[in-house]
């Protein structure tokens, strides 16, 4: 899973990086991280066509794989052309923002309100948010909720979580999957570029569980591709199972 900090722990955040007796906190989730020039100056806008290699290890390309076993690299990498998702502060990458927008209208016009839960999220932010999962859970179990710094896909600005205003209590749960909104994203989502990450049954393939919630950008074709090949990126475009971490 990709999950972001609960309420409780992200307002601890806001006091730390209002400097009350620690260390401040990094960058926000919208910002990125600091001391990642050379890697930005790679970064370039996201394009709609096909896989750019075979490698899928470019973190400026839209078939970009980030796995328990494919890190982003180099770690500190920043996208260069973050926008903000329309009716939120949060953002993405130019052209997934766009998509993103054009799916909010879209369910709208279908009469569900879907909301933006997060993002984009750098490098020091994950650092903090696994680190929080850790403190909670226990290491073993933080590695099902939510990746190490280094290995979010959220990092590449491709990643985006939506929930439903209606059903709050389903937030970064499996069960927005069974409410309307859920059902009308999982119908939808590759009209605009959008696949469900990690779908149910590929725990094994994908590293994490089923995030009904979990979207990623990949352009309108190669969704519909991977779609085709059965939902799962890594078995679409022929690369390994990512069960665990090499560690």
Not at 22 to 33: N, V
Not at 231 to 236: F, K, Q, R, W, Y
Request: aromatic share 8%; hydrophobic share 45%; glycine share 10%.
């Amino acid at each position: 899973m990709r999950r972001p900090l609960p309420l409780a722990a992200l307002a601890a955040l806001a006091l730390l990086a209002a400097g009350c007796g620690t260390p401040a906190a990094g960058p926000s989730p919208a910002t990125p991280a600091s001391g990642s020039s050379s890697a930005a100056a790679s970064s370039g806008a996201a394009s709609s066509a096909a896989p750019s290699s075979s490698t899928h290890a470019d973190p400026a390309a839209l078939d970009v794989v980030v796995n328990k076993t494919r890190p982003v690299a180099p770690p500190d990498w920043a996208p260069s052309d973050l926008v903000a998702v329309p009716g939120s502060e949060l953002p993405l990458r130019a052209e997934a923002a766009t998509a993103a927008g054009d799916l909010l209208g879209a369910a709208a016009a279908a009469g569900h309100d879907l909301t933006t839960l997060s993002a984009y999220r750098s490098y020091d932010y994950q650092v903090r948010t696994y680190g929080r999962w850790v403190d909670e859970l226990g290491r073993a179990e933080a590695d099902r909720v939510s990746a190490r710094p280094g290995y979010s896909e959220h990092q590449t600005g491709l990643a985006w979580d939506v929930g439903d205003a209606a059903t709050p209590a389903c937030d970064l749960e499996a069960c927005f999957g069974d409410t309307a909104a859920g059902r009308w994203v999982a119908a939808h989502a590759a009209e605009y570029g959008f696949v469900i990450r990690y779908p149910a049954g590929a725990e094994d393939v994908t590293g994490f569980d089923h995030e009904p919630w979990h979207l990623r950008y990949v352009g309108s074709t190669e969704a519909a591709r991977v779609e085709a090949a059965g939902g799962v990126l890594e078995t679409a475009w022929g690369l390994p199972p990512a069960p665990d971490y090499a560690d």
